[in-house]
C-alpha cells in the first residue's frame, strides 16, 4: 500500500493565502448566523406577528352577503335627514332585448354637511316598476331574508347597493310567488319606469327601462 506524505518545508505563498481566504469565509458566515439567530425577520419592520399584539380584526362589510349600499360597518352619526338625503334608481342597461332580465340597484348620497346614519337594509328597500299608472312589480312582493342593515353616509360620498336585483319580466303578486305562469311585462319597445325607496325615503326620479 503506498503512501503520499505532504511535503516538507516551508509552502509556497499561493497555499497561504488559500488558507486565510478558507479561515475569513468561515469567520463569515458564522457572523451571518448569528445575526440571523438575533435579528429575527418582522421584528421591528411592523409585520404582522412583530411583538405580542393580536392582529386587528376586520371591519369591511361583506359585499356579497346582501344587496345592501357598500358603507362603514361602525354607524356614526345622528339618523339622516331625509331632505339631505338623495336617492338614485339605477339599471344597468337602458334597452333590454328579448329574454334579457333588468339588473336594479340604487346609490345614495349624503348631501349634508356631517354624517349621518340610515337603515339601507334589504327590509327597508322596495323597488317599483310601472308602466303608465300600473304597477308591474315590486320587490317586496315575493321578498326571502330581508334584513336591517344601519350604515352611515358621509357628507359628500354615493354609496350604491352592492348586488343588483333582477327583474324576471313578469307581473308580480304576494299570492303568485310560486306561479310560474306569471303574467310577462309586455315587450316590443314597451316603457316602464323604476323607482326605489330606502328607509321611507324615494328616488329622486324614476329610471326608464325599454323592453323589448
Given at each position: 500500500?503506498s ?5 516538507l ?26 445575526t ?93 316598476v310601472?308602466?303608465?299608472n ?16 344601519e ?62
Amino acid at each position: 500500500m503506498s503512501t503520499i506524505k505532504q511535503p516538507l518545508g516551508r509552502q509556497s505563498s499561493k497555499v497561504y493565502r488559500r488558507r486565510r481566504l478558507v479561515a475569513l469565509l468561515g469567520l463569515l458566515l458564522v457572523a451571518v448566523v448569528i445575526t440571523l439567530v438575533i435579528v429575527k425577520p418582522g421584528a421591528s419592520s411592523g409585520e404582522p406577528g412583530a411583538g405580542s399584539g393580536a392582529s386587528p380584526a376586520s371591519t369591511a362589510t361583506d359585499a356579497s352577503a346582501s344587496p345592501a349600499p357598500s358603507a362603514a360597518a361602525t354607524v356614526d352619526g345622528a339618523p339622516c335627514d331625509a331632505g339631505n338625503v338623495a336617492i338614485e334608481a339605477l339599471t344597468d342597461k337602458s334597452t333590454y332585448e328579448s329574454g334579457e332580465l333588468p339588473q336594479l340597484s340604487l346609490s345614495l348620497t349624503n348631501n349634508g354637511s356631517n354624517a349621518c346614519a340610515i337603515n339601507a337594509g334589504t327590509a327597508q328597500q322596495v323597488f317599483t316598476v310601472t308602466s303608465g299608472n300600473d304597477t308591474y312589480w315590486t320587490s317586496t312582493d315575493c321578498q326571502t331574508d330581508a334584513a336591517d342593515s344601519e350604515v352611515t353616509l358621509k357628507p359628500g360620498v354615493t354609496v350604491s347597493s352592492s348586488t343588483p336585483i333582477a327583474w324576471d319580466r313578469t307581473r308580480s303578486a304576494a299570492g303568485t310567488c310560486e306561479d310560474p305562469t306569471r303574467e310577462a311585462a309586455p315587450g316590443g319597445g314597451a316603457s316602464y319606469f323604476l323607482n326605489v325607496t330606502v328607509d321611507g325615503i324615494a328616488s329622486t326620479s324614476p329610471k326608464q327601462i325599454l323592453l323589448y
